[in-house]
């Protein structure tokens, strides 16, 4: 049986673009990962008190990466550290009340069990 070498070569070029691809999600992944690793490393959360879901992608939000941070026993209250590959920046959002997402300067902020350090603090402003 004769093989079409037209299908051989899309083929290829379809093997490489897939791998581009993945290669590109994961190397993005890591890059967000390392810099949300930081940040929330700086904020001042006691290790044993907290829980960090695992870094995630929103699906309306493709450039963006997410941890969350989590308060042992309270369900309430969270915080969420986003990276934008596109700025190169992490936000800082707390949920509080089980559904009021509010930004680290409004007042409510204050709501929230832990605050962030003044590194952190100097470093977000800074980015």
């Not at 581009?20 to 904020?43: D, M, T, W």
């Not at 963006?64 to 309430?76: A, L, N, Q, R």
Request: aromatic share 16%; charged share 25%; hydrophobic share 35%.
């Amino acid at each position: 049986m004769k093989k079409n070498p037209m299908l051989l070569i899309f083929t290829a070029i379809l093997v490489l673009l897939i791998g581009v691809l993945i290669g590109r999600h994961y190397y993005y992944k890591n890059e967000a990962s390392q810099k949300l690793n930081e940040f929330i490393s700086i904020y001042g959360f006691p290790s044993n008190k907290v829980t960090i879901d695992p870094i995630y992608q929103p699906l309306k939000q493709t450039f963006t990466y997410v941890d969350e941070v989590h308060i042992k026993g309270d369900k309430e209250n969270w915080y969420v550290f986003s990276y934008d590959r596109n700025t190169k920046k992490i936000d800082l959002t707390g949920v509080v009340n089980g559904g009021d997402w509010i930004d680290m300067y409004d007042s409510q902020f204050q709501k929230l069990k832990y605050q962030p350090s003044e590194k952190f603090v100097y470093k977000y402003s800074n980015q």
